[in-house]
Nanobody
């Protein structure tokens, strides 16, 4: 049974940093490395939105305009883990952050981790 578990969320002041992790289980190394991995977020009262994506081999990344230059997505296929390094955090980054693994037609979501940016 494939499963994604996010961690690393918490309360941080504006301008601060956090690193989120997404640990995948139920995947073999060769299988996990074929998945495109993404981070999404959902703020209260808003739709879930795309944040960042990294391709299977990790060679290509893309970001939402709102986080470009501040967030960095990376992956360690040997550890079956994806990271989201977040810097220069703003109050508008406050949301539940979700990890997503996609390899058509398979699509998995984690349970989310709360990030709150507030002074």
């Amino acid at each position: 049974q494939a499963q994604l578990v996010e961690s690393g969320g918490g309360l941080v002041q504006p301008g601060g940093s956090l690193r989120l992790s997404c640990a995948a289980s139920g995947f073999t190394f060769s299988t996990f490395s074929r998945y495109a991995m993404s981070w999404y977020r959902q703020a209260p009262g808003k739709e879930r939105e795309f944040v960042a994506r990294i391709t299977d081999a990790g060679g290509n990344t893309n970001y939402a305009d709102s986080v470009k230059g501040r967030f960095t997505i990376s992956r360690d296929n040997a550890k079956r883990t994806v990271y989201l390094q977040m810097t220069s955090l703003k109050p508008e980054d406050t949301a539940v952050y979700y990890c997503n693994a996609r390899l058509f037609p398979l699509n998995y979501w984690g349970q989310g981790t709360q990030v709150t940016v507030s002074s």
